[in-house]
T-cell receptor, first 110, second 114 residues
Framework: TQLLEQSPQFLSIQEGENLTVYCNSS?????LQWYRQEPGEGPVLLVT?????EVKKLKRLTFQFGDARKDSSLHITAAQPGDTGLYLC??????????FGAGTRLTVKP | DSGVTQTPKHLITATGQRVTLRCSPR?????VYWYQQSLDQGLQFLIQ???????AKGNILERFSAQQFPDLHSELNLSSLELGDSALYFC?????????????FGPGTRLTVL
């Protein structure tokens, strides 16, 4: 059982569409991170959110941390084929114990 | 390039054997983390070292062990290998030992146990 539940597990969309992926937990986290992983490579950090309700934008990507610091969402506007990859969320607890979700595998078709 | 290096990139071995995976963290990072990633289990945290000492332990089997050396590089030892140990093994490093930390991942070692 994953401590962090990510949904959807798979998502296939056309270039130009918008999408939102979710990361949910019953646990409270001191911080939450989003990573993107391409096949055969290690995950690459996209953003870290720390404060409940925090919203961060990274070009076409918008990240939100839930008010209770238990969940997060990633919204991508006008998706491009280069956005294709595995999106992982990871939550850190106070003792520096970090847990990853199983990820959302996104495919953006041209 | 994250600055984290891992060797070897690929490793093929037989059941019952023992292997050692090596990781060099980014310059200046004191923490090293080991993860196992398989298709059905996702990214599983194994163990963390900070400045040579074990800091946190995750789902690491007793057949597996790790250490961090004075020069801060780390090794993950996998023994009595089983078919189910076939996976990608990632090392990550960060500058922090406690509190929220940004981890930088290496390219991984793909282990295949035949």
């Amino acid at each position: 059982t994953q401590l962090l539940e990510q949904s959807p597990q798979f998502l296939s969309i056309q270039e130009g569409e918008n999408l939102t992926v979710y990361c949910n937990s019953s646990s409270v986290f001191s911080s939450l991170q989003w990573y993107r992983q391409e096949p055969g490579e290690g995950p690459v950090l996209l953003v870290t959110v720390v404060t409940g309700g925090e919203v961060k934008k990274l070009k076409r990507l918008t990240f939100q941390f839930g008010d209770a610091r238990k969940d997060s969402s990633l919204h991508i506007t006008a998706a491009q084929p280069g956005d294709t990859g595995l999106y992982l969320c990871a939550g850190a607890s106070g003792n520096n114990d970090m847990r990853f979700g199983a990820g959302t595998r996104l495919t953006v078709k041209p | 390039d994250s600055g984290v290096t891992q060797t070897p990139k690929h490793l093929i071995t037989a059941t019952g054997q023992r292997v050692t995976l090596r990781c060099s963290p980014r310059s200046g990072d004191l923490s090293v983390y080991w993860y196992q990633q398989s298709l059905d289990q996702g990214l599983q945290f194994l163990i963390q070292y900070y400045n040579g000492e074990e800091r946190a332990k995750g789902n690491i089997l007793e057949r597996f062990s790790a250490q961090q050396f004075p020069d801060l590089h780390s090794e993950l030892n996998l023994s009595s290998l089983e078919l189910g140990d076939s996976a990608l093994y990632f090392c990550a490093s960060s500058s922090a030992g406690v509190g929220y930390n940004e981890q930088f991942f290496g390219p991984g070692t793909r282990l295949t146990v035949l």
